[in-house]
């Protein structure tokens, strides 16, 4: 977030978002200097009781990483999962936000609808046109128009509308209304999946999804919120750099506690899968740049996305640095009673250069699509550090598609921070104080 500021996005250090992600989150173990306590946003440590992990941690430390108690304080280290999960459901931002605010008067939610254009009068923002149930229907908006559609569909329906790069809107025949690179920054953290088998029934998650037994643990869950259905799968991540003079990680593990293949069984009808675990080491700060471009002017057609990966060859190393550094944890002596056989990407995968082909073979994001419509003072942005679109009146983009770079993290909470500093930028109302 220093970064972000550093870059022209004023008001987004770190000093001054952290009151904000305090503000939304309802941390388990209560407030602290940099968790909150109070917020809508339930949070906790991952549930999972698995020696695993543990192991897992120790090999982490014998591999010169180190633990951290809480990787929300501590960046750099093996530390235990947090999830966003309230009495053994998940705390969505549906939940968290959408949901106590559904009485409101002035809340309404149009379903199975979707958005067209955005409407103007000249260079100001009016309102919105969206289809539903075969009519056009449209929006007017009284103060101004606040586009949510995420990293692909925020770009995608500003250019629909006239705002984005003149030259490709031209195209598609489309009238430039602002010039401006939206779509141009896609990034996305983007990471390999690493798998052994587990050679010992030392899994309790495999029993527990024998038919019967999750049967019954999922009427628990509902019912309750308690037992295994409540437990997520996985339980700690890691960020680590791989070199010290890097001012933050540049990979993250995320440990997967069970293979691809998990399944329901039952003895006599289907067998109990072979078990297993793995790694997926992923790239945090890429260099390489996507694009998101429109197919056509009909908002009905899905944009194209191009993301580009590896277009810069140090992306490439990076990660085969991590896949490296996965072998290396994994082939600990703590490890040693629950480590099988590598099946993925296999013993016979070894030199640069076959690390190097199996990564372009099987690579896949993490799902965190960002920075379409980054914002900022310079050429580069589409937004200005208020949120506001350049050169246009009246029209906000609260998304990842904001961000000026990928966080050395996961977004969601991030996206969550910023939606609830963008309600006092649009309120009028002074910024929290900044964290000392």
């Known amino acids: 977030y220093d970064r972000w500021a550093q870059k022209g996005a004023l008001g987004w250090s770190f000093a001054e978002v952290l009151p904000y992600f305090k503000r939304c989150e309802g941390w388990e173990g209560g407030e602290n200097a940099i968790r909150g306590g109070a917020g809508p946003l339930g949070t906790q440590y991952a549930k999972t009781r698995d020696p695993l992990y543990e192991a897992w941690i120790e090999a982490g430390k ?10 929300n304080v501590v960046a750099e280290g093996f530390g235990r999962s947090q999830y966003t999960i309230r009495n053994g459901r998940r705390c969505s931002s549906a939940v968290a936000f959408l949901r106590p605010a559904e009485g409101r008067a002035n809340l309404t939610v149009a379903v199975r609808a979707l958005t067209t254009r955005v409407l103007f009068a000249g260079t100001r923002a009016t309102g919105v046109e969206y289809l539903q149930g075969g009519r056009t229907v449209r ?10 559609g995420g990293a692909f569909n925020s770009p995608q329906l500003l250019m629909l509308s006239g705002i984005g790069p ?27 999946m690493l798998l052994w088998t587990r050679p010992r029934n030392t899994s309790q998650f495999r029993d527990s999804m024998r038919f019967d037994r999750m049967a019954l643990a999922m009427v628990q869950a509902y019912l309750f919120g308690t037992g295994p259905a409540t437990v997520v799968p996985g339980g700690l991540h890691a960020f680590i750099k791989t070199r010290p003079e890097l001012a933050a990680p540049d990979i993250e593990f995320l440990f997967r506690g069970i293979p691809p293949h998990a399944h329901m069984w039952f003895p006599g009808i289907r ?4 078990d297993g675990f793995g790694m997926r080491p992923a790239l ?10 429109l197919r056509s002017a009909d908002p009905r057609d899905p944009p194209r996305i191009l993301y580009n990966f590896f277009s810069a060859p140090s992306d490439l190393a990076a990660l085969r640095d991590g896949v490296k550094r996965v072998r290396e944890v994994v082939n600990q002596p703590q490890l040693a009673p629950y480590r099988g056989v590598e099946t993925a990407p296999g013993p016979a995968v070894k030199t640069d250069a ?18 379409t419509c980054p914002m900022g003072n310079g050429p580069d942005a589409v937004l200005d550090p208020e949120l506001r679109v350049r050169g246009i009146e009246r ?5 990842a598609s904001a961000m000026p770079d990928m966080v050395s993290a996961h977004i969601n909470a991030c996206v969550i921070m910023m939606a609830d500093r963008a309600s006092d930028l649009i309120r009028g109302r002074p910024s929290l104080a900044q964290a000392a």
Do not use: K
């Open 354 to 371: 076959e690390i190097d082909q199996w990564l372009r073979n099987t690579v896949q994001t993490v799902d965190h699509p960002a920075c």
């Open 139 to 148: 929006a007017e908006a009284a103060r101004e128009v606040i586009l949510c």
């Open 284 to 293: 945090l700060h890429p260099e390489s740049r996507g694009e998101l471009l």
């Open 395 to 399: 029209l906000r983009v609260i998304d």
């Open 166 to 192: 003149a030259e490709h809107l031209r195209s598609m025949g489309i009238e430039c209304r602002a010039d401006l690179p939206v779509g141009r920054n896609l990034q996305d953290h983007l990471a390999a």
């Open 271 to 274: 067998n109990a899968y072979t």
């Open 62 to 71: 014998a591999s010169g990483y180190p633990f951290t108690e809480d990787y």
